[in-house]
């Protein structure tokens, strides 16, 4: 701990803080809830007797953030249509830190949602933060020998789900951009040009805006369905700003925020597109996201 009595860890550590819980949970709203629990603990806590400030912080988080996972994993149940993680407005820092972002990619988010809350949480824990096994356990509260045994079963889930290559922010530009042109453009054969033959797409409107309610597959059938945005094109305006790590597209139809779109790039194709659709989830999209490992 530091001499300094006005000093306070939890500022040094915040930003971290609501990066592990928003790794945990998808939503930026219910990190910065487990946050701010995070806080109520820590302003209670006997200071003279936490050795790591860190440590402590993380293990009080982590459980916090636990609990409202085991919450909201019920009540995703009952969403309407797809459920997708909240996106953030990123830096070109997180951009550059390759693990960082994808561990925070959409992409990535998405697959861990399919993770019991436990098996996530671990996995996020140890892989992306580098904690301990024997922290993790004391913090979930269990033996060090079964939160092992739980990464290596998380591991292995998200191995068989997670994207399978990670190309450079240049190539994610190109790529967005040759498909915004052909969507713009109305060109059929640019879009699936540009799309992999098994691309799939994933939409999110929470029944508070048009979306798909499965997910569309095919390069064909996704070309077809995008066909139409042509029209739209002289009211509507699109940026193609970072997005939880990775060049995303920001389409504002009118001056009022729309949809956000993330993509998977591999071999210079998309395979995977997340449109985020839902008002309730666009709200970050306005500011920097603070994210710190």
Not at 16 to 24: D, N, P, S
Not at 68 to 82: D, F, K, P
Not at 237 to 249: H, K, M, Q, R, S
Request: net charge negative; hydrophobic share 45%; glycine share 6%.
């Amino acid at each position: 701990m530091t001499d300094d009595p006005s000093h306070d860890p939890f500022t040094d550590h915040r930003s971290l803080l609501f990066t592990v819980a928003y790794e945990m949970l998808g939503s930026a709203a219910d990190a910065d809830d487990v946050v701010q629990e995070t806080w109520l603990r820590w302003a209670e806590a006997d200071r003279e007797a936490v050795r790591d400030p860190r440590a402590y912080l993380v293990r009080i988080v982590t459980r916090q953030a636990l609990n409202r996972l085991r919450t909201v994993s019920r009540r995703r149940e009952e969403y309407v249509g797809e459920w997708l993680p909240e996106p953030l407005l990123t830096s070109p820092d997180i951009a550059e830190d390759v693990e960082l972002a994808e561990s925070v990619s959409i992409a990535m988010l998405t697959v861990l949602e399919t993770l019991a809350p436990t098996e996530r949480v671990v996995l996020v824990l140890h892989e992306v933060f580098d904690v301990p096994y024997d922290e993790i356990a004391e913090a979930v509260g269990k033996t060090t020998a079964a939160v092992r045994q739980i990464a290596h079963r998380a591991r292995e889930h998200v191995a068989a789900r997670r994207p399978r290559m990670a190309v450079s922010r240049t190539e994610q530009q190109r790529v967005v951009e040759r498909f915004l042109a052909a969507l713009t453009a109305g060109d059929l054969q640019g879009l699936l040009d540009v799309l992999a033959p098994d691309v799939v797409v994933v939409a999110d409107g929470g029944g508070l805006a048009p979306a798909v309610k499965r997910p569309l597959a095919g390069r064909k059938r996704v070309a077809a369905a995008l066909s139409h945005f042509a029209s739209l094109v002289p009211a509507v305006e699109i940026t193609t700003p970072l997005v939880n790590g990775a060049v995303a597209a920001r389409i504002d139809p009118g001056g009022e925020f729309d949809t956000a779109i993330t993509f998977v790039v591999e071999d210079g194709r998309i395979t995977h597109m997340y449109a985020m659709r839902n008002p309730h989830k666009l709200g970050r999209l306005g500011s920097v996201a603070e994210l710190r490992r």
